[in-house]
């Protein structure tokens, strides 16, 4: 049974770092793709990084040179670093994670774009982000 936990929200202020972590276990798909959402309030779920496990990243604009996405090598950790964080930050960040077909590599990350919540099949319960002034 896949499992997928987040860990590592917290309170920020603005400006300064902090870091999740996304365990995945019994994912056993010999390519990968693992994303991280977010949700505010009120308002769709939005990806916000993703990685494949060819080393293909995409972020979404809004997080594009603050916020980085890795993973070890068999992506059984996949971690978001987040700097210079922004009120906006604020949200239930949630992991997600699937098999890399060749159709979303080739769709989405080739492209620099995440894939859609619907392309993926596994998700943690999430971990709230609040960054204040």
């Known amino acids: 049974q896949v499992s997928v936990v987040e860990s590592g929200g917290g309170s920020v202020q603005a400006g300064k770092s902090l870091e999740l972590s996304c365990r995945i276990s019994a994912l056993t798909y010999a390519s990968k793709c693992v994303a991280w959402f977010r949700q505010r309030p009120g308002e769709e779920r939005e990806g916000v990084a993703a990685?494949?496990?060819?080393?293909?990243?995409a972020y979404v604009d809004s997080v594009k040179g603050r916020f980085t996405i890795s993973a070890d090598s068999d992506m059984a950790t996949v971690y978001l670093h987040m700097n210079n964080m922004t009120l906006e930050d604020t949200a239930m960040y949630y992991c997600?994670?699937?098999?890399?077909?060749?159709?979303?590599?080739?769709?989405?990350?080739?492209?620099?774009?995440?894939?859609?919540?619907?392309?993926?099949?596994?998700w943690g319960q999430g971990t709230q982000v609040s960054v204040s002034s």
């Open positions: 990685i494949g496990s060819n080393g293909r990243t």
């Open positions: 997600a994670a699937d098999r890399l077909t060749i159709g979303k590599d080739r769709r989405y990350l080739a492209l620099g774009t995440i894939p859609p919540a619907s392309d993926f099949d596994f």
